[in-house]
T-cell receptor
């Protein structure tokens, strides 16, 4: 069972380039989310989705775009990469019960460097 | 807003020592509380959780009790092993969002 799959694992971009980080889950989870992990700051929520066609902003959404056209996929787009977006990115999904979330399942992460 | 405050590390312990990692939270409503663990090069994995006051979560010898009166969810283990070396994150969930602490790095030496 694959769980949450993120691609690529590593990426180097030049300032101003755009790219898409892919995330797919095969657990039929309604909830999907993107975090960035920076030293000393823990995980910060970028965007999340509670179902196909529904997305919302998290704590640090600027410079990122998301869409949710299917239950399985939740890509994260960097519109114009900046050095401040150098980070490790994690996708996570969860089953929703009673309006809340059960535990998060995490992908293995994407290490992004912007030069 | 909702937040989690976690003791800073790094923490270095000898094998078989007692572990405590402090976590306090601020939340409106009634959050669920979690401890996640991250091994090098991997994503986070759920270690344990508690969904209401006075609940105790436990897994792999780790325990944490949901204390509403002190808004705390401290992680404890009676005897750590080298294999417990990892980064530990306290987290809370209210509705649609999870909030994570900054993480505590634990190194256990033989």
């Amino acid at each position: 069972n694959a769980g949450v799959t993120q691609t690529p694992k590593f990426q180097v971009l030049k300032t101003g380039q755009s790219m898409t980080l892919q995330c797919a889950q095969d657990m039929n989870h309604e909830y999907m989310s993107w975090y960035r992990q920076d030293p000393g700051m823990g995980l910060r929520l970028i965007h999340y989705s509670v179902g196909a066609g529904i997305t919302d902003q998290g704590e640090v959404p600027n410079g990122y775009n998301v869409s949710r056209s299917t239950t399985e996929d939740f890509p994260l787009r960097l519109l114009s990469a900046a050095p401040s977006q150098t980070s490790v990115y994690f996708c996570a999904s969860s089953k929703r019960t009673g309006g809340g979330n059960e535990k998060l399942f995490f992908g293995s992460g994407t290490q992004l460097s912007v030069l | 807003g909702d937040s989690v405050t976690q003791m800073e590390g790094p923490v270095t312990l000898s094998e078989e020592a007692f572990l405590t990692i402090n976590c306090t939270y601020t939340a409106t409503g009634y959050p669920s509380l979690f401890w996640y663990v991250q091994y090098p090069g991997e994503g986070l994995q759920l270690l344990l959780k508690a969904t209401k006051a006075d609940d105790k979560g436990s897994n792999k010898g780790f325990e944490a009790t949901y204390r509403k009166e002190t808004t705390s969810f401290h992680l404890e283990k009676g005897s750590v092993q080298v294999s417990d070396s990892a980064v530990y994150f306290c987290a809370l969930s209210t509705g649609n969002q999870f909030y994570f602490g900054t993480g505590t790095s634990l190194t256990v030496i033989p």
